[in-house]
């Protein structure tokens, strides 16, 4: 059986790449997202992998680059569909939302066919992850700095929790985001047609984190040997969850200081940054409300007031 995505098409031991149509550009010409094929020459699942559904996140794309070129599709069992960059305009002007609508993809799923450009996008791609047993769509914390995590969007409450709770435990980053996202994730609407789906984010960087880019190939490659994919054994190791997601912003306008480091445990009471003016002059003082991890923080120094600055995991386990 020949495995096609767009124009991509491969009899099975064999990969192939092709565009995706989505419409057509401002002047006319055809817009088509980079698609691949992997046909294995066994049997078995089917995975869909996407990246840069948001414009500027460039190291799934990162992880895609890196991970094809090392799969040889006759010890590949199963198939792989690859939407290389979903937000294409986005992409075109390293922005993060879709310039054409001005609209963030993630909240665009499951999309229409007839609906605004960033809808077009969402329902193309969402019939391919509709094929899959397996869904990962490989984001970051943007251009901020973030550590290395996984991201389960269905809620607790969701059928498909504990499937997507084992899929991000594989991948395996040894961080957790375990909460319900927003409407038009990706992540919230594969899930609701039984499909398990992850959304790894890998760090944050403007352009290409090589750290986050590996460890999203590492984890790529334990989904494919969980699954069977590919042979090999793999280790389950304890992931560090979060339930909880506190947002800090600045009570004040300057430059951000920060006095714990990413990936850090932080109690109550603990000063997590300092604002101060352009010459040194202490303006505010930021403490924890609760406990957890120091999770992301706002790469440029300089806020004004009520400005995003940093966020702590909460509600920590293990599992
Ligand atoms: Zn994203």
Partial sequence: M??????????????????LEVGEARDGSTVGLPVAVLNGAADGKTLYVQAVSDGDELNGLGVINRLVPQLDPEEVAGQILFVGIVNYHGFQVAEHRNPIDDTKMN???PGDANGTSSERIAAATFEAAKRADLVVDLHQGR???MIDEVRVRCGPRHRLHRECLELAKVFGTGYVLDQKGPD??????????????IDPELGGAVGWDEESIRIGVEGMFRVLR?????DGDVERD????????????????GLVTYEVDLGERVSRGDVLFEVTDAF????????????GIF?????????????????????????
């Fill in 107 to 109: 909240r665009a799923y």
């Fill in 280 to 291: 040194g002059t202490l303006k505010a003082r930021v403490t924890a409300d609760n406990e």
């Fill in 295 to 319: 999770w992301r923080s706002r790469r440029l120094p300089q806020v004004a007031t009520g400005e995003y600055v940093c966020s702590v995991g909460t509600d920590v386990d293990q599992f």
């Fill in 184 to 197: 038009g994730q990706l992540a919230r609407a594969a899930p609701d047609e039984g499909i398990p789906t």
């Fill in 238 to 253: 304890l992931q560090t969850r979060a339930s909880g997601f506190d947002q800090y912003g600045s009570p004040a306008g």
């Fill in 226 to 230: 969980y699954y069977s994919f590919l």
């Fill in 2 to 19: 020949m495995t096609t995505l767009g124009s991509a098409s491969a009899p099975p031991g064999e990969f192939d790449t092709g565009r």
């Fill in 143 to 145: 251009t901020s700095r």
